[in-house]
């Protein structure tokens, strides 16, 4: 029905919302005043060669601490909470904890609102409780391949494979880089730490066409997918500290589900993260029980 397509590919959004721009890192930073040293001459540099900058320092940090809100509409309202590793595919720990929406009433009804989550370069792991278990021969653990939700997703499933498997620290900057709309804002201060802020606004479905590997067929599935879901622009600022490192990103976005906001905050440069999958023992697999007729939800958003 057009009515799930629209719901799942709205999820999809908001997951890649909520996971492609959290490895990215922000820490402590001096309380310079730029441009207002005395006896200096400022320096202007454009946003465009200051993103830029951005974009390197980042993609060069390998870890960070991450908290992160995501909402969408009365659909859902959720937080993370974590570290993650970007140095070969995305890894990490996130605590998700649904707050409000139709999604925190599924999973109140699962048994749990709050969840462990684990990334792998191939797969996302949520850790559902005991009243999950209960239902799935005594199995804590739900694995979402990222393949597997590719092809629940349509184009909008593997638009969001392929941001999730290329993400980077940079990849929110990329997005503005790539929008050919970017502006400075002014000079802020983000939990202490002096930072510019950048603002512009991206077309969803011409950033789908510069930066994934979506083939003509797929992209035009995935417009089509969009244009049902209500998404078209995403307005994306970024705070970015004087050692050209990302502390802040905060996206908006009108779907058919509603307002899509998500806020996180970067720190802790080189964290040390360890992610490996649950035991196999302990584990059931979403594709599993899509094809025996369940119905689940899971950290990611995405529902059956």
Same mark, same amino acid.
């Given at each position: 029905?057009?009515?799930?397509?629209?719901?799942?590919?709205?999820?999809?959004?908001?997951? @890649?919302?909520?996971?492609? =721009?959290?490895?990215?890192?922000?820490?402590? =930073?001096?309380?310079?005043? $730029?441009? /207002? #040293?005395? $006896?200096?001459?400022?320096?202007?540099?454009?946003?465009?060669?200051?993103? *830029? +900058? #951005?974009?390197?320092?980042?993609?060069?940090?390998?870890?960070?601490? @991450?908290?992160?809100?995501?909402?969408?509409?009365?659909?859902?309202?959720?937080?993370?909470?974590?570290?993650?590793?970007?140095?070969? $595919?995305?890894?990490?720990?996130?605590?998700?904890?649904?707050?409000?929406?139709?999604?925190?009433?599924?999973?109140?009804?699962?048994?749990?609102? +709050?969840?462990? &989550?684990?990334?792998?370069?191939?797969?996302?792991?949520?850790?559902?409780?005991?009243?999950?278990?209960? *239902? &799935?021969?005594? /199995?804590?653990?739900?694995?979402?391949?990222?393949?597997?939700?590719?092809?629940? =997703?349509?184009?909008?499933?593997?638009?969001?494979?392929?941001?999730?498997?290329?993400?980077?620290?940079?990849?929110?900057?990329?997005?503005?880089?790539?929008?050919?709309?970017? %502006?400075? @804002?002014?000079?802020?201060?983000?939990?202490?730490?002096?930072?510019?802020?950048?603002?512009?606004?991206?077309?969803?479905?011409?950033? #789908?066409?510069?930066?994934?590997?979506? +083939?003509?067929? !797929?992209?035009?599935?995935? /417009?089509?997918?969009?244009?049902?879901?209500?998404?078209?622009?995403?307005? @994306?600022?970024?705070?970015?500290?004087?050692?050209?490192?990302?502390? %802040?990103?905060?996206?908006?976005?009108?779907?058919? !589900?509603?307002?899509?906001?998500?806020?996180?905050?970067?720190?802790?440069?080189?964290?040390?993260?360890?992610?490996?999958?649950?035991?196999? +023992?302990?584990?059931?697999?979403?594709?599993?029980?899509?094809?025996? =007729?369940?119905?689940?939800?899971?950290?990611?958003?995405?529902?059956?």
């Amino acid at each position: 029905m057009k009515s799930t397509t629209a719901r799942r590919a709205t999820l999809s959004i908001a997951v @890649v919302a909520a996971l492609t =721009g959290v490895a990215a890192c922000g820490s402590s =930073g001096s309380d310079k005043g $730029g441009d /207002k #040293a005395a $006896g200096k001459t400022a320096i202007h540099v454009s946003p465009i060669a200051a993103l *830029r +900058s #951005a974009e390197q320092s980042t993609d060069k940090a390998e870890s960070a601490k @991450v908290r992160s809100t995501t909402s969408v509409g009365d659909l859902m309202a959720m937080t993370a909470n974590g570290a993650l590793t970007w140095d070969n $595919g995305l890894k990490g720990n996130l605590t998700i904890t649904y707050t409000g929406g139709q999604m925190a009433e599924m999973m109140k009804k699962a048994g749990t609102q +709050s969840m462990e &989550a684990r990334y792998l370069p191939d797969a996302y792991y949520a850790h559902m409780g005991d009243a999950f278990a209960q *239902r &799935a021969s005594g /199995k804590h653990w739900l694995k979402y391949s990222y393949d597997d939700l590719a092809k629940l =997703g349509g184009a909008s499933g593997s638009y969001m494979k392929d941001q999730i498997q290329n993400a980077t620290p940079n990849q929110s900057v990329k997005m503005l880089l790539a929008s050919g709309d970017v %502006k400075k @804002v002014g000079e802020e201060k983000i939990s202490g730490v002096a930072t510019t802020h950048y603002s512009g606004t991206v077309n969803v479905a011409d950033l #789908a066409d510069k930066t994934t590997n979506l +083939s003509a067929s !797929q992209l035009s599935a995935l /417009k089509k997918q969009l244009s049902q879901a209500g998404v078209t622009t995403d307005t @994306v600022d970024l705070w970015i500290n004087d050692q050209n490192l990302l502390v %802040k990103k905060t996206e908006k976005a009108a779907t058919a !589900q509603g307002t899509m906001t998500n806020s996180t905050l970067y720190t802790d440069y080189g964290v040390k993260v360890t992610a490996e999958a649950p035991p196999a +023992s302990d584990t059931k697999d979403f594709a599993d029980m899509m094809k025996a =007729g369940g119905t689940a939800a899971g950290g990611t958003g995405t529902v059956s």
